[in-house]
């Protein structure tokens, strides 16, 4: 059975601050999402990563996939009130990527 | 329509009725995905739907969960005989198309089930 498991569980910060957050497995996954989900709402995709070592930026959000494909992370630069939210990471599992497993997710509040 | 929407927003329910959640994809998309969320949790994968192919059922937790996808679009999740233990936000989401884990889940606001 494949299980992510993502760390902090809750972060509390201020605006500004910079934060990181990680998702680990034992297993490999084909590719791994990162998800921002709001109270009341579906997540929604923040990135896609797929080749082991790949590091992609979005605007203040850097996330990385690690070398094996096993973890990845999501640095926050200078973050925002706007940026809290639950923070979901998923492996796409399965015999052909089609389920995805999510992570327990990390609950990040920025405070102004 | 602009997204992913599901009916009802919320139900409330007595232990052991049935219920039917209702999930209208965004049209044209052909991957179709069911996710139970509980409190303070992650998603748990319940079943995927690609086309016409037989849906992968190998997430659903018990044979009181069921669905199906009409026509290739409109998709139902049935739970029978519901206990508590199914009270949870149950998500769906669907993609353009299957790429090998690499494709866009759009997911919907998703129906808050609560068993008593």
């Known amino acids: 059975t494949q299980l992510l498991e993502q760390s902090p569980q809750f972060l509390s910060i201020q605006e500004g601050e910079n934060l990181t957050v990680y998702c680990n497995s034992s297993s490999v996954f084909s590719s791994l999402q990162w998800y921002r989900q709001e109270p009341g709402e579906g997540p929604v995709l923040l990135v896609t990563v797929v080749t082991g070592g790949e590091v992609k930026k979005l605007k203040r959000l850097t996330f990385q996939f690690g070398d094996a494909r096993k973890d990845s992370s999501l640095h926050i630069t200078a973050a925002q009130t706007g940026d809290t939210g639950l923070y979901l990471c998923?492996?796409?599992?399965?015999?052909?990527?089609?389920?995805?497993?999510f992570g327990p997710g990390t609950r990040l509040s920025v405070l102004p | 329509g602009a997204g992913v929407s599901q009916s009802p927003s919320n139900k409330v329910t007595e232990k052991g009725k049935d219920v039917e959640l209702r999930c209208d994809p965004i049209?044209?998309?052909?991957?179709l995905y069911w996710y139970r969320q509980s409190l303070g949790q992650g998603l748990e994968f319940l079943i995927y739907f690609q086309g016409n192919s037989a849906p992968d059922k190998s997430g659903l937790p018990s044979d009181r969960f069921s669905a199906e996808r009409t026509g290739g679009s409109v998709s139902t999740l049935t739970i029978q005989r519901t206990q508590q233990e199914d009270s949870a936000v149950y998500l769906c989401a669907s993609s353009l198309a299957y790429w090998a884990g690499q494709e866009t889940q759009y997911f919907g606001p998703g129906t808050r089930l609560l068993v008593l």
């Open positions: 998923a492996g796409a599992g399965g015999d052909y990527g089609q389920n995805f497993v």
């Open positions: 049209s044209g998309h052909t991957a």
